[in-house]
């Protein structure tokens, strides 16, 4: 891909997301980051319009983690207000978000009109069978099991202690500019000033309802450091990032924060930069690079879950995509493989 000189300072947008979506498959990342938006300009390609239909399917997962999200969202904006749900009421709007919002993603590909666009989860586009019982209900646990422990944690009493005037706006597509010209997209799920014995100290909040990455997730909340020295002009050292991991158990955990910490991750930014702008270089960065430079993932197995799927049918690997049940509409999808009545809808 020849060399990775930053060739148009500032117009690069990076984020773990990006990174993590490069690791898992190049391909994947060529579909998402370069062929879909393509979708947007005048006389798209076939293929562009393809990928961006796609582009938005979640996994029944995913689906959940930003229920959950959304469900603490509406819980926070009710404490703001001060009303104070009993825990069974926040529990029942959640189970009924998850009915509605499977019941939309259904309807989505039989012509639904709704006034807004539904999340739609790939098992519907890619027409699986029905939900079984068993795993709907494994999935309304996790949410319930989520919201429950936010509502018994230690972080969720000294929010509330707050005066809802210390709870700072996140915008909804927040980012930070660093100096050598890269945009680094963030979304920390909450921030509030504390008032303890050290001053006044921002908290800035993450909430995670799957398996942790030591990895990403450190970089992920130190990316939100920067946005606050940015946003509200906090120094590191008065800045104390949390993950908070929800699921199966609430973890509260506190990461290290200083000028140290904050450089390492500039650093770490620097590094997958150089690996992720494979446009820096080129001559013309409105024509697509070449789809060659992005191969297929070496682990098949992954395509299962994939929702670009069905774009790789036929290329020249999709012999071991198909070993692994990858075809769409074959109802491969872990979970998906027993018949009968919906489970979500009950
Ligand atoms: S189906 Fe497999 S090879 Fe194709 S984009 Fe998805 S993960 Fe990559």
Redesign the pocket.
């Known amino acids: 891909m020849g060399s990775r000189a930053l060739r148009n300072p500032g117009t690069f947008v990076w984020s773990v997301t990006r990174v993590k979506l490069f690791q898992?498959?190049?391909?994947?990342y060529y579909?998402r980051y370069f062929l879909a938006p393509r979708a947007r300009r005048p006389d798209p390609p076939l293929a562009a319009k393809h990928a961006d239909r796609l582009k938005d399917l979640v996994s029944l997962e995913m689906w959940t983690g930003q229920l959950v999200h959304t469900q603490l969202e509406r819980l926070l904006q009710d404490w703001k207000r001060g009303r104070f749900p009993a825990e069974a009421v926040v529990l029942d709007r959640a189970r009924e978000a998850m009915r509605e919002q499977f019941r939309d993603s259904q309807q989505f590909w039989r012509g639904w009109q709704g006034p807004y666009r539904p999340a739609l989860l790939d098992r519907h586009y890619y027409g699986h069978d029905p939900l079984p019982r068993e795993r709907a209900e494994r999935l309304r646990q996790r949410v319930v099991t989520s919201l429950q422990e936010f509502l018994d944690s230690q972080i969720a009493a000294r929010i509330r202690r707050t005066d809802p005037r210390d709870w700072l706006p996140v915008d909804r597509h927040a980012s930070v500019r660093l100096d050598e010209g890269t945009t680094v997209a963030v979304r920390p799920d909450f921030a509030f000033v504390e008032v303890g014995d050290a001053g006044r100290r921002l908290q800035i909040v993450d909430w995670k309802t799957g398996r942790g990455d030591p990895e990403w997730d450190p970089v992920q909340v130190h990316c939100y450091v920067m946005y606050a020295e940015q946003k509200w002009g906090f120094p590191a050292g008065k800045i104390d990032p949390w993950v908070i991991y929800l699921y199966p158990q609430c973890h509260e955990e506190a990461l290290r924060c200083d000028a140290a910490s904050v450089a390492a991750t500039r650093a770490e930014i620097a590094r997958t930069r150089a690996l992720l702008d494979v446009e820096a270089d080129r001559d013309d960065p409105l024509t697509l690079p070449p789809e060659e430079w992005f191969p297929?993932?070496a682990d098949?197995g992954?395509?299962r879950w994939?929702?670009?799927?069905e774009?790789?049918e036929g290329?020249p690997?999709s012999q071991s995509?198909a070993a692994v049940g990858?075809s769409p509409g074959s109802g491969s999808c872990a979970g998906s493989s027993s018949g009968g009545p919906d489970g979500m809808g009950s």
């Open positions: 898992e498959c190049r391909r994947k579909y297929l993932a098949r992954r395509c994939c929702a670009f799927r774009m790789c290329a690997q995509a990858a």
